[in-house]
C-alpha cells in the first residue's frame, strides 16, 4: 500500500469525503473564520473577567488545547478546558467561558453551558451551528459561527483552521491576548507553506510521507513540550480517528519522572511502540536537554522513535507548522492501512447507542 502516498487517483478513491481537501483548505479557514469575526461584538464587560473556561469534546478543543500550551505564559487570565458536564465551582459572572462545538448539538458543552448560564458567567460560542448557533441568536450570545464550506470532510478534527483562529479572535476581542490583523496573515501563509511540503502531491522529500511509513504497524505516541504541548495532544486525537491508530501523548518534563521505566514491559514495546519526538529550539534549553537524554533512554530500551523539528521562529506559528506535520502523518497512517480516515463507525455506533 505504500505506493499510494505517491498516487492522487488512488488516494482519491480511498478518501472518499476528501479529508485531503479539507488539509488543504486549513487556510481558508483561518480567512474565514476571521471573516465572521470582524462585526462580531463583545460587551465591554467581557474585558473584567478573572478566569477562563473552554467547554467542549475530542476535535472541537484541540484548538484550545493549542493556544493554552502557546499562551501558556502570555493569556492574562488562567485557561481551563473542560471535556465533560460540568463546569468547575469556581464560574461565575468573572468567567469567560467559550463553548466549542463544531456540530453546535455535542451534549457535554451544551449541558455545562446551561450551568454556566445559570453562575452568570461571560459565554461566548464558536460553532458551525445547531443548538448552540440557535442560542446564540436567541439569547444575543456573542458567537462565531461559521460555514463548513472549507471542511468537506466535516470532521470536527480537520477543522481546526476555524478552532484556533476563532477562539484567537474571541480572546483577543475580551483583552486577553494582543493579535493583529498581520498575524493571521502570517498564519495563513504558514499553513500554505507547509500543506506544500507535506502534501500528497508532494513525491519528492516529504517528512509526513516518510514518518507514516516508518512507523507503519507500530503505536504511536506523541512527545512535547511548553508551546508545541497540544500539538502531541492533537496529533494523537487526529491519529485516533484518522489512522484508527492506537496512539497518545507524553509531555517533557514530566514523562523523565516516571516514563523512563515503563519501557521494560511488555517486551513487545521494541516492536510496537514508536515515538514522535516534537522539538524544537523555542523551547528552554534544559527542556533541549532532556530531549537529547530520552532518546538515549530510547535508544537503551531499543524503541524506535522519530523527531521532527520544529523550523519557525515564532510560537504560534511553530505550533501552526507542526499542525500540518501532525494532520498529515495521521491521514497518511489511514492511507497506508487501505482504510477511509473519516469514517468513525465506533464514534458513531456509541452517539447511536446514547440515544436509546
Known sequence: ???????????KKLDSKSMLGSLELLSAQVEE???????????????????????????????AHILKS?????????????NGYHVPDYVDKNSFVVVSSYSGTT???????????KRKAKLAIITSGGDLAKISGAMKVPGLIFST???????????????IVGQLVLFAKVGLIKLAPKDIKNIVLVFKKYNTEFGASNNGK??????????????????????????????????????????GYFLIPE?????????????????????ILLESCLYDVRIQKRFDITKKVLDKNEIKYFSYIGQEKDKLLQACEVLVFGSYVSYY????????????????????????
Open 107 to 117: 451534549e457535554e458543552p451544551v449541558f455545562a453551558m446551561k450551568e454556566a448560564m
Open 255 to 275: 514523562l523523565n519522572h516516571h516514563l523512563m521505566e515503563g519501557m521494560f514491559y511488555p517486551e513487545g514495546n521494541k516492536s510496537n511502540l514508536g515515538f
Open 333 to 356: 497512517g489511514a492511507l497506508l492501512q487501505g482504510i477511509d480516515p473519516t469514517a468513525i463507525p465506533f464514534v458513531d455506533f456509541f452517539k447511536e447507542q446514547l440515544k436509546k
Open 33 to 63: 473564520v476571521f471573516g465572521c469575526a470582524k462585526n462580531l461584538k463583545i460587551p465591554a464587560s467581557y474585558k473584567k473577567i478573572k478566569n477562563i473556561v473552554v467547554l467542549g469534546m475530542g476535535g472541537s478543543t484541540l484548538g
Open 70 to 82: 502557546v499562551f501558556y505564559n502570555k493569556l492574562k487570565a488562567p485557561l481551563e478546558i473542560v
Open 206 to 247: 516529504n517528512l509526513a510521507k516518510e514518518m507514516a511509513k516508518n512507523l507503519f504497524g507500530k503505536s504511536m505516541w506523541y512527545v512535547g513540550a511548553e508551546h508545541l504541548a497540544g500539538n502531541a495532544h492533537a496529533a494523537a486525537n487526529q491519529t485516533n480517528e484518522n489512522a484508527k491508530r492506537f496512539a
Open 1 to 11: 500500500m505504500q505506493d499510494i502516498l505517491n498516487n492522487i487517483e488512488e488516494i
Open 149 to 163: 464550506n472549507n471542511n468537506p470532510c466535516g470532521s470536527p478534527r480537520m477543522g481546526l483552521g476555524y478552532s
